[in-house]
C-alpha cells in the first residue's frame, strides 16, 4: 500500500523517517504506512495502520504537529489480521485507520505526531512520528499588487499598525479601522478546500450529494488514491494542485487591486492584511516572489492580559477563551498560538520585519520609517508625519471601544499588575522560550 512516485527528485512530499513508539500498557498499535525514505505522489501524507486498547475501550486516531491537534479520525477500518489475533477485543474487526492527509498546510520540513485517544482520555497515546519534506512551491513575480503579510495574535496593535500601512501611497488595505479585509487568506484558504484529496476525488465520483459535497469532507484512506493509476493521481494530486493555489493567489491580487482602487493614488505596490501564524504566511511567502511579511509582537504576558480584560469589557469570552474551561487552561492554548508565531518567525526571519508593539506605540514615526524602509518604499520624515497624524485622528472614535486601560503607555508591563499570582507565574513558564526568542526578557 504505497504512494509512491516514479520521479523521486520531483515528489510533492518525501517521508523522511518514521519512528514507531513503544508499545504501551494502554494502548496497542501500529503505524504501517508510510514508510522512511518513500516519496509521493501528491500533496498528501500516507497514514494507515490500528490500533486496540487491551482493557477494551474506546480508541480515536489523533494526527498533531507538537503544538496542537490537526486531525482526529475514527477506527473503522476493517482488519481481519488483527481480529484473529485480538479475538476477545471489542472493535478488534474494525481496528484499522488510513487516512491520505493533506500536506498543503505543512511546513516544508514537517513533523507529524499520530497517537490514539483512549477512552475520555485528553492526552494521546503515542504511536509514531513522521517526519517529511514537502516541496516548496516555485515563487511568481509581477501577478498585480503583493501580498504584505502581518503575521500576528489578537490585541498587539494591529488595528494601529494597519491603518498606518494603509495610508502609504504604495500600500493598499481596505480601511482596516472598520474591517479585517483578507483576500490573500480568503482566496488560499478556499483553494486549499478544493485541493484536499477529499474534495479532488469527487471529480471522479461525485455521488456523495449535500451541501459543499464537492468539499468531500470525509477522510480520504490511502487505499483509495492507491486504486488510482499514476496518471489519474497525477491529475488530481499534482501540479493541477500548484495551478490551483496560483489561480488563487492571482485572484485575490486582482481582487485587492480593484477593492483599494483609487485614481490619485494610483495602483498599489502591496496589498497589506493580517494574518494567524500558520500556512497562508508560508504559502504566500512561497508562492509570491515579491510579497513581504512583517511580525508584529507584543509580550506575550500582557497579550493575555490585555484579552482577559477585553473579554470582561465585552461581557463575552473570545481569543479562544470561549473553549476552554478556565484561565489556567486559556494559557496552554494561548502558548500553542504563541509558539506557533516563534516557529514561523523562525522559518522566515531571513526575509521579514520583526515590529514591537512597545515601540510601535512608543514611537509610530520611528517603527512606520523603518517598516517602509524594509519594504523599500518613501520613508521621507514628511510623509511618515502627516500618516502618523492622520492615522491617529481615524482611530480615535475607535479607542474607547478597543482600549482596556487609561493610558496606552499603561499597556506595556501591565501583566505584573493585572494577572493573578498563580496566572502570572503560568504565563512566564509558559511564554519563556518564545520571549527570549523574540528579544524579550
Same mark, same amino acid.
Given at each position: 500500500?504505497?504512494?509512491?512516485?516514479?520521479?523521486?527528485? %520531483?515528489?510533492?512530499?518525501?517521508?523522511d523517517?518514521?519512528?514507531?513508539?513503544?508499545?504501551?500498557?494502554?494502548l496497542?498499535?501500529?503505524?504501517?504506512?508510510?514508510?522512511?525514505?518513500?516519496?509521493?505522489?501528491?500533496?498528501?501524507?500516507?497514514?494507515?495502520?490500528?490500533? /486496540?486498547?487491551?482493557?477494551?475501550?474506546h480508541?480515536?486516531?489523533?494526527?498533531?504537529?507538537?503544538?496542537?491537534?490537526?486531525?482526529? @479520525?475514527?477506527?473503522?477500518?476493517?482488519?481481519?489480521?488483527?481480529?484473529?489475533?485480538?479475538? $476477545?477485543?471489542?472493535?478488534?474487526?474494525?481496528?484499522?485507520f488510513?487516512?491520505a492527509?493533506?500536506?498543503?498546510?505543512?511546513?516544508?520540513q &514537517?513533523?507529524?505526531?499520530? %497517537?490514539?485517544?483512549?477512552?475520555?482520555?485528553?492526552?494521546?497515546?503515542?504511536?509514531?512520528?513522521?517526519? %517529511?519534506?514537502?516541496?516548496? &512551491?516555485?515563487?511568481?513575480?509581477?501577478?498585480?499588487?503583493?501580498?504584505?503579510?502581518?503575521?500576528?495574535?489578537?490585541?498587539?496593535?494591529?488595528?494601529?499598525?494597519?491603518t498606518?500601512?494603509?495610508?502609504?501611497?504604495?500600500?493598499?488595505? &481596505?480601511?482596516?479601522? *472598520? !474591517?479585517?479585509?483578507?483576500? &490573500? #487568506?480568503?482566496?488560499?484558504?478556499a483553494?486549499?478546500?478544493?485541493?484536499?484529496?477529499?474534495?479532488?476525488?469527487?471529480?471522479?465520483d461525485?455521488?456523495?450529494? %449535500?451541501? #459543499?459535497?464537492? @468539499?468531500?469532507?470525509?477522510?480520504?484512506?490511502?487505499?483509495?488514491?492507491?486504486?488510482?493509476?499514476?496518471?489519474?493521481?497525477?491529475?488530481?494530486?499534482?501540479?493541477?494542485?500548484?495551478?490551483?493555489?496560483?489561480?488563487?493567489?492571482?485572484?485575490?491580487?486582482?481582487? #485587492?487591486?480593484?477593492l483599494?482602487?483609487?485614481?490619485? =493614488?494610483?495602483?498599489?505596490?502591496?496589498?497589506?492584511?493580517?494574518?494567524?501564524?500558520?500556512?497562508?504566511?508560508?504559502? /504566500?511567502?512561497? /508562492?509570491?516572489?515579491?510579497?513581504?511579511?512583517?511580525?508584529?509582537?507584543?509580550?506575550f504576558?500582557?497579550?493575555?492580559a490585555?484579552?482577559?480584560?477585553?473579554?470582561?469589557?465585552?461581557?463575552?469570552?473570545?481569543?479562544?477563551r470561549?473553549?476552554?474551561?478556565?484561565?489556567?487552561?486559556?494559557?496552554?492554548?494561548?502558548?500553542?498560538?504563541?509558539?506557533?508565531?516563534?516557529?514561523?518567525?523562525?522559518?522566515?526571519?531571513?526575509?521579514?520585519?520583526?515590529?514591537? !508593539?512597545?515601540?510601535?506605540?512608543?514611537?509610530?514615526?520611528?517603527? /512606520?520609517?523603518?517598516?517602509?524602509?524594509?519594504?523599500? @518604499?518613501?520613508?521621507?520624515?514628511? @510623509?511618515?508625519?502627516?500618516?502618523?497624524? =492622520?492615522?491617529?485622528?481615524?482611530?480615535?472614535?475607535?479607542?474607547?471601544?478597543?482600549?482596556?486601560? $487609561?493610558?496606552?503607555?499603561?499597556?506595556? +508591563?501591565?501583566?505584573?499588575?493585572?494577572?493573578?499570582?498563580?496566572?502570572?507565574e503560568? *504565563?512566564?513558564?509558559?511564554?519563556?522560550?518564545?520571549?527570549?526568542?523574540? +528579544? !524579550?526578557?
Open positions: 500500500m504505497s504512494l509512491a512516485s516514479s520521479a523521486v527528485a %520531483g515528489a510533492p512530499v518525501r517521508i523517517a518514521v519512528e514507531l513508539a513503544p508499545r504501551g500498557e494502554r496497542h498499535a501500529n503505524l504501517e504506512v508510510p514508510l522512511g525514505g518513500e516519496p509521493v505522489d501528491g500533496f498528501c501524507v500516507p497514514l494507515a495502520g490500528w490500533a /486496540l486498547a487491551p482493557d477494551g475501550a480508541v480515536a486516531i489523533q494526527i498533531g504537529d507538537g503544538r496542537r491537534v490537526l486531525r482526529r @479520525l475514527a477506527r473503522r477500518i476493517a482488519r481481519a489480521d488483527i481480529e484473529a489475533a485480538y479475538p $476477545q477485543l471489542p472493535g478488534a474487526a474494525r481496528a484499522g488510513s487516512l492527509f493533506d500536506a498543503l498546510k505543512l511546513p516544508a &514537517f513533523e507529524l505526531h499520530v %497517537g490514539g485517544i483512549v477512552g475520555d482520555g485528553l492526552t494521546p497515546e503515542p504511536i509514531a512520528c513522521v517526519r %517529511g519534506t514537502r516541496r516548496r &512551491f516555485e515563487p511568481l513575480t509581477g501577478a498585480g499588487p503583493a501580498p504584505l503579510t502581518v503575521t500576528t495574535l489578537g490585541r498587539t496593535g494591529s488595528t494601529l499598525l494597519m498606518l500601512l494603509s495610508l502609504h501611497h504604495a500600500i493598499g488595505a &481596505f480601511n482596516p479601522v *472598520a !474591517y479585517d479585509s483578507r483576500p &490573500f #487568506a480568503y482566496e488560499l484558504d483553494a486549499i478546500a478544493a485541493a484536499s484529496p477529499g474534495s479532488r476525488l469527487r471529480l471522479l461525485s455521488t456523495a450529494q %449535500g451541501e #459543499a459535497w464537492w @468539499l468531500g469532507r470525509e477522510p480520504v484512506p490511502v487505499e483509495a488514491l492507491h486504486r488510482l493509476d499514476d496518471e489519474t493521481r497525477e491529475m488530481l494530486l499534482g501540479a493541477p494542485v500548484e495551478r490551483l493555489l496560483r489561480d488563487a493567489v492571482a485572484r485575490a491580487a486582482g481582487f #485587492a487591486r480593484e483599494t482602487a483609487d485614481e490619485e =493614488r494610483g495602483e498599489p505596490r502591496y496589498v497589506a492584511e493580517k494574518c494567524w501564524p500558520g500556512h497562508v504566511p508560508r504559502l /504566500l511567502s512561497e /508562492l509570491c516572489a515579491d510579497g513581504r511579511e512583517l511580525f508584529l509582537v507584543r509580550d504576558r500582557d497579550v493575555l490585555s484579552m482577559l480584560a477585553f473579554n470582561a469589557k465585552r461581557g463575552y469570552a473570545a481569543f479562544g470561549e473553549h476552554v474551561e478556565d484561565d489556567a487552561q486559556f494559557v496552554a492554548r494561548l502558548a500553542g498560538d504563541v509558539e506557533a508565531l516563534a516557529a514561523s518567525w523562525r522559518e522566515r526571519q531571513d526575509r521579514a520585519l520583526l515590529v514591537r !508593539y512597545e515601540e510601535l506605540i512608543e514611537d509610530p514615526a520611528a517603527t /512606520l520609517t523603518r517598516v517602509l524602509e524594509h519594504l523599500e @518604499l518613501d520613508g521621507t520624515p514628511a @510623509l511618515v508625519g502627516a500618516i502618523v497624524e =492622520r492615522a491617529d485622528a481615524l482611530l480615535e472614535s475607535t479607542r474607547l471601544q478597543h482600549r482596556t486601560v $487609561q493610558e496606552v503607555s499603561a499597556s506595556s +508591563g501591565r501583566w505584573r499588575t493585572d494577572l493573578p499570582p498563580a496566572l502570572r503560568a *504565563a512566564e513558564q509558559a511564554f519563556a522560550q518564545p520571549l527570549r526568542e523574540l +528579544g !524579550y526578557a
